[in-house]
């Protein structure tokens, strides 16, 4: 029974100076930056995604004469706009796989630093 009760003891006590090294880390300057430049790609670039994803159906419905409409391709409005989802959807990935170096870069540096005890 006191090998649970001590092992209980060890657990609380590790789990609580995960807790404060969280801590410390996420009052950091560093991860403040972090999250401040996470925010303003994600934010922008998940308003733009919705509001293109969401155009075509709203086209479709409200604006028949804009999407039935003939392109030099040979195909309607609708059709390439539709196709234009595709090549967007992977444009924004890489652009975000781009991105995510960057952040992955400020991760590295707030972990080496942590590691040798600064903030």
Do not use: C
């Not at 649970?4 to 403040?32: G, Y």
């Not at 989802?85 to 972990?111: C, G, H, N, P, T």
């Amino acid at each position: 029974m006191e090998s649970t009760a001590s092992s209980n003891s060890r657990s609380a006590s590790s789990n609580h100076h995960v807790q404060n090294e969280w801590d410390e880390i996420a009052e950091s300057s560093q991860f403040q930056t972090l999250i401040k430049e996470k925010k303003a790609f994600l934010i922008p670039t998940t308003i733009f995604f919705m509001v293109y994803y969401f155009a075509l159906p709203i086209m479709a419905g409200y604006s028949k004469t804009l999407m039935i409409k003939k392109v030099p391709l040979f195909v309607n409005f609708g059709y390439l706009f539709a196709v234009s989802q595709f090549i967007m959807a992977w444009v924004l990935a890489y652009y975000y796989m781009k991105k995510a170096e960057r952040f992955d870069d400020l991760i590295s540096e707030i972990y080496k630093n942590k590691k040798r005890g600064l903030q």
